[in-house]
Structure formats: C-alpha cells, structure tokens
C-alpha cells in the first residue's frame, strides 16, 4: 500500500489521505487503522475501487471513498485521481 496525505481546502477537512491499494490484504488494514483516526478522511484507490470481502459488511466501510482506478491510465472520470495527475511521489 502506498500513502499520499494530501488536502483540498474546499472539503472542510483537517486531513486526506489517499491509499493505493486500499483493497488488498495489507491496504485495507491501513485504511481501517487510518479511518479510526478523528479528522482523517480516507480514500482508498485500487482497481477493485470497493472494500475487499472480508470488510464489506463491516459499518466503517460506508465511510472511505473506494475509487476504481488503475495506474496504467492516464485520464479518469473522478476528480480525486485527476488532482494526482502527473504527481511525482518519491
């Protein structure tokens, strides 16, 4: 899983963190861990773009953005990956 904190003054929020990979084995337990924090806003972007089996009945699901997207693309229809557009993350 890859973390990127980021902010978009316009949500009001103290904190957004984007997880790639938020749906696999190890993401979804830092999206889980990360959304228990007070103020953290949570999106988790993988190609699945829902939480994984295991969670989907769990009620702190309701509260992560799931994106579908996938790294290989260059354009979507979601303005969360389009803000990450030709970011370097390092």
């Known amino acids: ?15 957004n963190v984007a997880v790639f990979g938020g749906s696999g084995f190890i993401g979804s337990r830092v999206v889980q861990t990360l959304n228990s924090i007070p103020n ?14 295991w969670f989907k009945d769990e009620a702190w699901t309701q509260s992560v953005d799931w994106i579908c997207a996938d790294a290989s693309t260059t354009s979507s229809d979601d303005p969360y990956v389009d803000a990450l557009a030709g970011t370097n993350i390092e």
């Open 40 to 53: 953290c806003h949570v999106i988790s972007i993988s190609r699945s773009g829902g939480p994984p089996h």
């Open 1 to 15: 899983a890859i973390l990127l904190i980021f902010t978009f003054p316009c949500l009001g929020m103290a904190m």
